[in-house]
């Protein structure tokens, strides 16, 4: 992948460790691993795929002897529910972990607690949160266009987005539907960037084209079904159902919009300790690592996934959308697309 965050790596600890030493004072009180221990658990609510998450569930488990209780939702679900239980005070969460837009949402309504990491220490300094309460970005979601290999050969498949207008892909692509998943808006809302004069057109006749679903894994469902020949959604599901035998590929893009996520420490966690020493692992390299492994694109130098030319990708990180504008584009982007 050619591009990354902006800044230089961040070579000294020292700093790292001090400001997250006076962030959390309490914890050099105690060894984290015992206490974490003591705890017995850590409840985690994030959009990342469970199977994925298994890998990193199991890891933590393995090194640590705590068990992850993970609960798996779509995004506007997520950022639905952590909403819930924050205004009613019944936090039943220690850590989240999702998508930038809903992340900033949550952060201003003061969902999570400051924490700095040691594992933050090896970002780039640009990336840090100044109120030190969200990770650095450490993974990007890609969105592209994927296409199934039986219903379309490398030379039939679209070379570039506006492609996707040919008569011929009239109602054979499928998609998130952007008035209801936040990222499906925050993608369309970047490809002004990228389309210019063009976004609009585009577009409308985007929405002419498509038939919405509710998020990104069953449009790809309906790829790898065959039902759809082209779908809008992750790259890396190309690698991640094509181990299963899914004859999947994707086309790429210059430039790729990619999505960051980050993770973030609840303001009144159930398992404090248990809480923060998962995030040390999460994003440690370690922990990117094994993501990767799995078919993140993380954001580590060095580190890619196992998909076919990523090294390679020109990723372009998306600008996020704080409430007011995703509300904005939400309803402008309904003026166009409805579900038949």
């Not at 309490?26 to 985690?44: K, S, T």
Request: glycine share 6%.
């Amino acid at each position: 992948m050619r591009s990354r965050p902006s800044g230089t790596w961040l070579l000294c600890a020292t700093l790292v460790a001090a400001i997250a030493f006076a962030l959390t004072p309490a914890r050099g009180a105690v060894d984290p691993v015992a206490a974490a221990r003591q705890e017995g658990r850590v409840v985690v609510y994030g959009s990342l795929e469970s199977p994925i998450f298994d890998i990193v569930q199991h890891l933590f488990r393995d090194k640590y002897g705590i068990s992850v209780e993970y609960f798996r939702l779509a995004t506007n679900r997520l950022l639905d529910r952590v909403l819930t239980e924050v205004r009613t005070g019944k936090p039943q969460f220690d850590v989240v972990l999702t998508n930038q837009s809903p992340m900033l949402i949550l952060k201003k309504e003061g969902a999570f607690a400051a924490y700095l990491s040691p594992s933050y220490a090896a970002y780039p300094a640009a990336s840090l949160d100044r109120d030190g309460i969200l990770s650095p970005p450490y993974r990007a979601v890609v969105v592209g266009i994927v296409y199934n290999t039986r219903l379309v050969t490398a030379q039939e498949a679209p070379k570039s987005l506006t492609d996707l207008l040919a008569d011929k892909w009239k109602g054979k692509v499928v998609m998130p539907d952007p008035t209801q998943h936040i990222t499906a808006a925050v993608w369309l809302a970047n490809l002004q960037t990228v389309l210019g004069q063009q976004y609009r057109p585009f577009v409308e006749r985007l929405a002419a084209q498509a038939v919405l679903v509710d998020s990104f894994d069953p449009a790809m469902q309906k790829v790898v079904a065959g039902e759809f020949p082209l779908g809008l959604t992750y790259v890396k599901y190309v690698y991640i159902m094509g181990k299963e035998g899914a004859p999947l590929d994707y086309v790429r893009l210059d430039p790729m919009l990619a999505e960051t996520h980050h993770v973030a420490l609840a303001a009144r966690p159930p398992h404090p300790a248990a809480a923060r020493l998962f995030i040390d692992l999460f994003t440690s390299r370690l922990g990117l690592h094994t993501l990767a492994q799995a078919g993140e694109f993380v954001l580590a130098q060095g580190i890619y996934p196992p998909i076919k030319d990523a090294q390679k990708l020109h990723l372009r990180l998306m600008r996020d959308l704080d409430e007011q504008q995703l509300r904005g584009w939400r309803a402008e982007f309904g003026e166009f697309f409805r579900r038949r």
